[in-house]
């Protein structure tokens, strides 16, 4: 549905070049709830904007359902965007207008005949929620609600892609829920391919089916969300992700964890194994204990996920076999840098 290819974009102020976009390619795939994350600065509003070319970029190609929209003249591509519907983080919203005129707009310019106009305002109302707010003033709205507004105005010609701005980031945690619910609704409903960029793992974790993940203008880890949550490939996603470093840090351990010899490793589980008492019968099996030193179990929309900071008791050799047993039911598994050398140490010395 979407297509980025070998897409370069530097901003110019004044004398210095920002480099926003160095050499990204991304593929959505129709139908697909497709997640952009990173630390700001990353690139990431810039590569959205470039899916309906609110920024041109200075090389690549932009494709949006089978169209390179780059080469189409003005005209052209004012019809393709109205495949695009987008929401910001501050809703964007004609302030001096009522709910019905914010939703009116994009139907107007699309001259959409007024009946029609007005029947797609109730329905698109009733679809956010807000059947009765015709006549208020965003003023008048929560942010919530300014963002079901927001929402409606982007479906309004029944685009084929929604992309997301930081949607929830100016909400609270009850309100973001509710709008993710909103989207998720929508997605369901019309099959619209969402591409959401946000610095909120949560959002991505509860959303999203596949997730890319930008650094400094470049695009350095995609894949499906649970893959990419198990075993995070380049450091800036395991930082943004939470994960203990390879020294321990970010685990918040004692220092005397590592002082008494304890072996440390960082545990990620999914689906059934997320669910069952599998570390402890691995342990137990393999003639070990361990305690969890810091731990989670969520889910990754539907499918539950554990990830845990484990110390483990015993034998070196015997806690290996342990660890080998979780990694054949999927877990996910990541020595801290002193268990590792541990691990060698102990290995060497048998030799
Ligand atoms: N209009 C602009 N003019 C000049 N530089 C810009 C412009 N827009 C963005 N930049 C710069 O380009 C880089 C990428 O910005 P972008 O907004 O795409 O990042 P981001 O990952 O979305 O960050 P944030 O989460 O903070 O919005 C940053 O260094 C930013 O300062």
């Known amino acids: 549905m979407i297509s980025l290819q070998n897409v370069t974009l530097t901003y110019r102020t004044g004398h210095r070049l920002i480099p926003a976009l160095r050499d990204v ?40 359902d089978g169209v390179d929209l780059l080469s189409l003249r003005k005209r052209e591509l004012q019809k393709q965007r109205k495949k695009i519907g987008m929401i910001f983080q501050h809703f964007h919203l004609l302030n001096s207008a009522t709910v019905r005129d914010n939703i009116l707009f994009p139907l107007r310019l699309a001259k959409t005949p007024v009946a029609e106009a007005e029947r797609r305002v109730a329905e698109l109302l009733e679809l956010v929620g807000l059947t009765g707010y015709e006549r208020h003033y965003p003023s008048q709205l929560s942010g919530g609600q300014k963002q079901r507004v927001a929402i409606a105005r982007a479906l309004a010609n029944f685009p084929k892609v929604l992309l997301c701005d930081e949607a929830t ?63 995070p490939q380049a450091e800036v996603t395991r930082r943004l992700l939470g994960w203990t470093n390879a020294e321990g840090v970010g685990a918040d351990l004692p220092e005397q964890v590592f002082r008494e010899g304890t072996l440390v490793c960082e545990l990620a589980m999914a689906g ?20 969890i030193l810091r731990g989670t179990v969520d889910a990754i929309q539907d499918t539950p996920f554990a990830r845990m900071v484990v110390a483990w008791y015993g034998d070196a050799k015997q806690v290996q076999a342990a660890v080998r047993r979780l990694e054949a039911h999927g877990a996910a598994v990541r020595w801290l840098n002193k268990a590792e050398r541990m691990l060698a140490a102990d290995e060497a010395g048998m030799k």
């Not at 980031?169 to 960029?197: C, K, N, W, Y």
């Not at 059934?272 to 305690?291: D, K």
């Open 169 to 231: 980031s100016a909400l609270d945690p009850e309100t973001t829920q509710s709008i993710l619910d909103l989207l998720r609704e929508i997605h369901r409903q019309f099959g619209v391919t969402v591409v959401m960029v946000t610095h909120e793992i949560s959002v991505v974790q509860r959303v999203c089916h596949r997730v890319a993940v930008m650094d400094q203008g470049r695009m350095v880890e995609v894949g499906r969300v649970v893959d990419v949550f198990l075993r």
């Open 25 to 64: 390619s991304l593929e959505v795939h129709a139908g697909e709830v497709f997640g952009i994350i990173g630390y700001s600065g990353a690139g990431k509003s810039t590569l959205l904007r470039c899916i309906n070319l609110l920024e041109r970029p200075q090389s690549g190609q932009v494709w949006v």
């Open 272 to 291: 059934e194994a997320a669910q069952s008492p599998l570390l402890f019968q691995a342990a137990r099996e393999a003639g070990v204990t361990c305690s």
